[in-house]
């Protein structure tokens, strides 16, 4: 698939890495809808791009309906969308449990911080998937499309993350489910699983933290996602490609 021919959706597209994605496959020529919470964040995006090739959303990505009304707006907007890219997702990090040594107090992870990330991330990609997959087989849309789920290294398991690394495995065993059940479809699911990406997200994190993950990782910095987004182009541009995670995290999982 060619870069300029994509008609992309962005799911979390208002900051962090899923800007990134928009702004760069703008760049590239492509037509973008930006679906986010984050109405600050859209009103930046449409203020900065021309409106002809930006739609910008906002969409709670965990609502049924929403999804399925921003799709719909998406698809009357630029015709066919041929490319989705799964990358909303939210953290609310707590150990399962946890008895405070001074007090003793017992605290666990609650079932809404369970439920809450699992909405969003996992959920989340379910809906958009979906909704994406059977506009396609219901209007027998020609050509192909390609769906991109970004997963995160924290798939393998992470300390206080139960929630999103749950998620984020679940989310790699759904793309291979997807891309069997798809590629008759000519439909192409794939992953990426970043590591420890600069994003804004670091800079509320103490300078010792962000040293602490970067002495983890093999190459001995943080990604970039620049870095990121030449796995999404290798994606998008790879008709070959469908199934597969791949790991962009600078040898964490090494």
């Known amino acids: 698939m ?18 990134h994605f928009v702004e760069q496959l703008l760049e590239c020529g492509a037509q973008v809808a930006a679906w986010d919470m984050n109405e600050a964040g859209l009103n930046e995006l449409k203020a900065k791009h021309s409106v002809d090739q930006l739609l910008t959303q906002k969409v709670d990505v965990s609502k049924e309906r929403e999804v399925q009304d921003a799709m ?7 015709g066919v969308i041929n490319g989705l890219i799964n990358n909303a997702g939210i953290f609310r990090d707590a150990l399962l449990v946890k008895k405070d040594k001074r007090s003793g107090e017992l605290r666990t992870m ?3 911080q369970w439920q809450t990330v699992i909405d969003v991330d996992l959920t989340g990609p379910f809906l958009c998937t979906r909704e994406l997959s059977a506009r396609h087989l ?20 992470n300390m206080g993350q139960s929630n999103y690394s749950a998620a984020k495995a679940g989310l ?13 479809h000519q ?45 999404v182009r290798f994606i998008i541009e790879c008709d070959y490609f469908t199934g597969r995670c791949l790991d962009i995290d600078g040898g964490l999982r090494i």
């Open 2 to 19: 060619k870069m300029n021919e994509m008609k992309v959706v962005v799911t979390g597209g208002a900051s962090g890495m899923g800007r």
């Open 172 to 184: 790699v065993a759904d793309t291979v489910t997807w891309a069997r059940e798809l590629a008759r």
């Open 187 to 231: 439909i192409r699911v794939a992953a990426i699983a970043p590591g420890f990406i600069e994003t804004p997200i670091l800079e509320g994190m103490r300078p010792e933290m962000v040293e602490l993950m970067v002495n983890q990782v093999p190459v001995r910095r943080l990604g970039r996602p620049d870095e990121i987004f030449a796995g």
């Open 138 to 157: 219901e209007a027998g849309a020609e050509g192909s499309a390609v769906i991109i789920n970004i997963s995160s290294v924290s798939r393998a398991g």
């Open 72 to 78: 719909s707006e998406a698809w009357a907007r630029f």
């Open 110 to 112: 609650t079932l809404s």
